[in-house]
């Protein structure tokens, strides 16, 4: 049972609106999934915990799609996260780690690389898609996806992601928060905030100390500042099942079904997201054939 969670709130005489969760349990179960070693685990953790808020974004049937493709080697992080409070992901090398950087921080940077680009595609239903890239400025993350909302949104933002590792590989803890200035905040209201945030600690060392959601924001935002809007479960879930490789593999056509059922006597997939094998037998491709 996850004790994962998300609050929406807006503060300041609703100058601005802000976004917080915990996602230890959830970056967990990822972990577990693809016996991600450390740096991997922080920047596919922060990752999720960023699509996580942003799905909070979305209404309840919205979906998007989080790439980053920093250049660096653990290859590709892929996020998927909706308006339910569910998330999943996966990145291209999950067994990346490295030295802990300058800052005794896990150097995601090094990882996630410098030079690619963040890549967000937001399904809106109705065949409608929003999508929005920017150049990866940091590869850290948090500031990419700080600069993301700037310029590819134009919503002036704060982000914090942060995810700590045991010594075992588990997750310790994770967590993050975005705050964005809507129309007309104030100067006050800004550098108010710029304080508390250059006073604060990191996000993954408040989780870690045991602070909820809600407390992070008060310590982003001040305490009295807050009023919370709603609160969410989240967890991370894959959607897959046999019936969408079924469809995937008819997509491959006659020729391809062929060699599966002469060479390999069936056919076995595994889901990127969640490692989760399928496995189909000669019959259900012959049927995919005829169908
Ligand atoms: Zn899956």
Same mark, same amino acid.
């Given at each position: 049972?996850?004790?994962?969670?998300?609050?929406?709130?807006?503060?300041?005489?609703?100058?601005?609106?802000?976004?917080?969760?915990?996602?230890?349990?959830? *970056?967990?179960?990822?972990?577990?999934?693809?016996?991600?070693?450390?740096?991997?685990?922080?920047?596919?953790?922060?990752?999720?915990?960023?699509?996580?808020?942003?799905?909070?974004?979305?209404? $309840?049937?919205?979906?998007?799609?989080?790439? =980053?493709?920093?250049?660096?080697?653990?290859?590709?992080?892929?996020?998927?996260?909706?308006?339910?409070?569910?998330?999943?992901?996966?990145?291209?090398? /999950?067994?990346?780690?490295?030295? %802990?950087?300058?800052?005794?921080?896990?150097?995601?940077?090094?990882?996630?690389?410098?030079?690619?680009?963040?890549?967000?595609?937001?399904?809106?239903?109705?065949?409608?898609?929003?999508?929005?890239?920017?150049?990866? *400025?940091?590869?850290?993350?948090?500031?990419?996806?700080?600069?993301?909302?700037?310029?590819?949104?134009?919503?002036?933002?704060? *982000?914090?992601?942060?995810?700590?590792?045991? /010594?075992? $590989?588990?997750?310790?803890?994770?967590?993050?928060?975005?705050?964005?200035?809507? /129309?007309?905040?104030?100067?006050?209201?800004?550098?108010?905030?710029?304080?508390?945030?250059?006073?604060? @600690?990191?996000?993954? !060392?408040? =989780?870690?100390?045991?602070?909820? /959601?809600?407390?992070?924001?008060?310590? *982003?935002?001040?305490? +009295?500042? =807050?009023?919370?809007?709603?609160?969410? +479960?989240?967890?991370?879930?894959? $959607?897959?099942?046999?019936?969408?490789? %079924?469809?995937? =593999? !008819?997509?491959?056509?006659?020729? @391809?079904?062929?060699?599966?059922?002469?060479?390999?006597?069936?056919?076995?997939?595994?889901?990127?997201?969640?490692? @989760?094998?399928?496995?189909?037998?000669? @019959?259900?491709?012959?049927?995919?054939?005829?169908?």
């Amino acid at each position: 049972m996850t004790q994962d969670y998300l609050v929406r709130a807006l503060a300041f005489n609703d100058e601005v609106r802000a976004f917080s969760v915990r996602s230890t349990d959830t *970056v967990q179960e990822a972990q577990a999934k693809h016996y991600t070693w450390p740096t991997a685990s922080a920047a596919l953790g922060r990752s999720m915990t960023a699509g996580l808020m942003m799905g909070s974004m979305l209404k $309840n049937e919205e979906k998007l799609t989080i790439t =980053i493709n920093g250049g660096g080697p653990i290859g590709q992080i892929i996020v998927d996260a909706n308006g339910k409070g569910e998330v999943r992901g996966y990145v291209t090398n /999950p067994q990346t780690h490295f030295d %802990l950087n300058e800052h005794g921080k896990l150097d995601v940077a090094r990882a996630v690389g410098t030079t690619g680009s963040l890549n967000i595609v937001k399904d809106i239903g109705m065949r409608d898609f929003f999508t929005g890239s920017t150049p990866i *400025v940091s590869g850290e993350l948090g500031e990419d996806f700080t600069y993301y909302f700037a310029t590819s949104e134009q919503v002036p933002s704060a *982000v914090g992601l942060g995810v700590l590792v045991n /010594p075992d $590989n588990s997750i310790k803890a994770a967590g993050g928060f975005i705050i964005q200035l809507m /129309p007309g905040a104030s100067e006050e209201t800004i550098s108010a905030i710029e304080q508390h945030i250059g006073m604060m @600690e990191p996000v993954s !060392k408040l =989780i870690d100390k045991g602070l909820s /959601p809600e407390q992070v924001l008060e310590e *982003v935002l001040g305490e +009295d500042n =807050i009023r919370i809007i709603d609160r969410m +479960d989240v967890e991370f879930k894959c $959607n897959c099942g046999k019936e969408k490789f %079924l469809t995937a =593999i !008819k997509g491959l056509g006659t020729a @391809e079904i062929d060699s599966m059922i002469e060479e390999d006597g069936g056919a076995e997939v595994e889901c990127h997201f969640c490692r @989760e094998k399928y496995h189909f037998n000669v @019959e259900e491709l012959e049927a995919l054939k005829e169908a």
